[in-house]
Nanobody
Framework: VQLQASGGGLVQTGDSLRLSCAAS????????VGWFRQAPGKEREFVAG????????YYADSVKGRFTISRANAKNTVALQMNSLKPEDTAVYYC???????????????????WGQGTLVTVSS
Protein backbone atom coordinates (compact mmCIF):
# COMPACT_ATOMS: atom_id res chain seq x y z
CA VAL A 1 0.00 0.00 0.00
CA GLN A 2 1.21 3.53 -0.81
CA LEU A 3 0.43 6.39 1.57
CA GLN A 4 0.16 10.11 0.82
CA ALA A 5 -0.07 12.59 3.68
CA SER A 6 -1.40 16.08 3.06
CA GLY A 7 -2.98 19.07 4.77
CA GLY A 8 -0.03 20.63 6.55
CA GLY A 9 0.64 24.33 6.61
CA LEU A 10 1.52 27.41 8.62
CA VAL A 11 -0.98 28.39 11.31
CA GLN A 12 -1.06 30.40 14.50
CA THR A 13 -1.37 29.20 18.07
CA GLY A 14 -4.91 28.08 18.75
CA ASP A 15 -5.77 27.37 15.13
CA SER A 16 -6.87 24.07 13.66
CA LEU A 17 -5.64 21.89 10.81
CA ARG A 18 -6.90 18.67 9.32
CA LEU A 19 -4.36 16.24 7.95
CA SER A 20 -5.30 13.49 5.57
CA CYS A 21 -3.62 10.20 4.76
CA ALA A 22 -4.72 8.68 1.47
CA ALA A 23 -3.93 5.09 0.58
CA SER A 24 -3.59 3.55 -2.83
CA UNK A 25 -2.57 0.19 -4.15
CA UNK A 26 -4.65 -1.91 -1.81
CA UNK A 27 -7.81 -1.51 0.17
CA UNK A 28 -7.14 0.32 3.38
CA UNK A 29 -9.49 -1.49 5.71
CA UNK A 30 -7.01 -4.24 6.43
CA UNK A 31 -4.50 -1.86 7.97
CA UNK A 32 -4.13 -0.21 11.32
CA VAL A 33 -2.94 3.37 10.87
CA GLY A 34 -0.85 5.67 12.99
CA TRP A 35 0.23 9.28 12.83
CA PHE A 36 3.73 10.19 13.94
CA ARG A 37 5.63 13.46 13.95
CA GLN A 38 9.22 14.53 13.94
CA ALA A 39 10.41 17.95 14.99
CA PRO A 40 13.85 19.27 13.98
CA GLY A 41 16.57 17.62 16.04
CA LYS A 42 14.15 15.24 17.74
CA GLU A 43 13.18 11.63 17.32
CA ARG A 44 10.00 10.61 15.58
CA GLU A 45 7.20 10.30 18.08
CA PHE A 46 3.78 8.71 18.11
CA VAL A 47 0.78 11.03 17.89
CA ALA A 48 -2.37 8.96 17.33
CA GLY A 49 -3.54 5.61 16.02
CA UNK A 50 -6.67 3.86 14.86
CA UNK A 51 -7.69 0.25 14.35
CA UNK A 52 -8.80 -1.34 11.08
CA UNK A 53 -12.50 -0.74 11.49
CA UNK A 54 -12.26 2.67 13.12
CA UNK A 55 -11.57 1.48 16.62
CA UNK A 56 -9.87 1.53 18.96
CA UNK A 57 -8.34 4.99 18.82
CA TYR A 58 -5.41 6.01 20.99
CA TYR A 59 -3.39 9.15 21.50
CA ALA A 60 -0.18 10.47 22.92
CA ASP A 61 -0.77 12.32 26.17
CA SER A 62 0.53 15.52 24.60
CA VAL A 63 -2.34 15.66 22.09
CA LYS A 64 -5.17 13.96 23.97
CA GLY A 65 -8.27 16.15 23.96
CA ARG A 66 -6.97 18.30 21.10
CA PHE A 67 -6.43 15.84 18.24
CA THR A 68 -8.91 13.35 16.80
CA ILE A 69 -8.10 10.51 14.44
CA SER A 70 -10.76 9.01 12.20
CA ARG A 71 -10.98 6.92 9.08
CA ALA A 72 -13.22 6.47 6.07
CA ASN A 73 -12.37 3.08 4.64
CA ALA A 74 -14.71 3.54 1.69
CA LYS A 75 -12.55 6.50 0.67
CA ASN A 76 -9.25 4.88 1.68
CA THR A 77 -8.42 7.80 3.95
CA VAL A 78 -7.49 8.47 7.55
CA ALA A 79 -7.75 11.99 8.95
CA LEU A 80 -6.12 13.72 11.88
CA GLN A 81 -8.10 16.71 13.11
CA MET A 82 -5.82 18.97 15.10
CA ASN A 83 -7.36 21.68 17.26
CA SER A 84 -5.90 24.20 19.69
CA LEU A 85 -2.52 23.91 18.05
CA LYS A 86 0.58 24.92 19.98
CA PRO A 87 4.08 25.86 18.82
CA GLU A 88 5.33 22.56 20.22
CA ASP A 89 3.12 20.77 17.69
CA THR A 90 5.41 22.04 14.94
CA ALA A 91 6.83 19.04 13.10
CA VAL A 92 6.68 16.95 9.97
CA TYR A 93 3.71 14.64 10.34
CA TYR A 94 3.78 11.14 8.88
CA CYS A 95 1.08 8.55 8.48
CA UNK A 96 1.96 4.90 8.72
CA UNK A 97 0.10 1.64 8.24
CA UNK A 98 0.48 -2.00 9.13
CA UNK A 99 -1.61 -5.11 8.51
CA UNK A 100 -0.47 -7.12 11.49
CA UNK A 101 0.07 -4.39 14.07
CA UNK A 102 0.98 -5.74 17.47
CA UNK A 103 -1.17 -3.78 19.89
CA UNK A 104 1.50 -3.61 22.57
CA UNK A 105 3.76 -1.88 20.03
CA UNK A 106 1.19 0.36 18.41
CA UNK A 107 2.93 3.56 19.48
CA UNK A 108 6.30 2.50 18.09
CA UNK A 109 7.42 3.57 14.64
CA UNK A 110 9.21 0.26 14.14
CA UNK A 111 5.87 -1.57 14.29
CA UNK A 112 4.62 -0.02 11.03
CA UNK A 113 5.68 -1.30 7.62
CA UNK A 114 4.32 1.41 5.34
CA TRP A 115 4.96 5.15 5.53
CA GLY A 116 3.86 8.27 3.74
CA GLN A 117 6.22 11.08 2.80
CA GLY A 118 5.24 13.52 5.54
CA THR A 119 3.54 16.89 5.63
CA LEU A 120 4.93 19.92 7.48
CA VAL A 121 2.91 21.61 10.20
CA THR A 122 4.25 24.90 11.54
CA VAL A 123 2.53 26.64 14.44
CA SER A 124 3.65 30.19 15.09
CA SER A 125 3.37 31.81 18.52
Amino acid sequence: VQLQASGGGLVQTGDSLRLSCAASGRTFDGYAVGWFRQAPGKEREFVAGIGRSGGPTYYADSVKGRFTISRANAKNTVALQMNSLKPEDTAVYYCAADRGLIQSMRNRASAYDYWGQGTLVTVSS
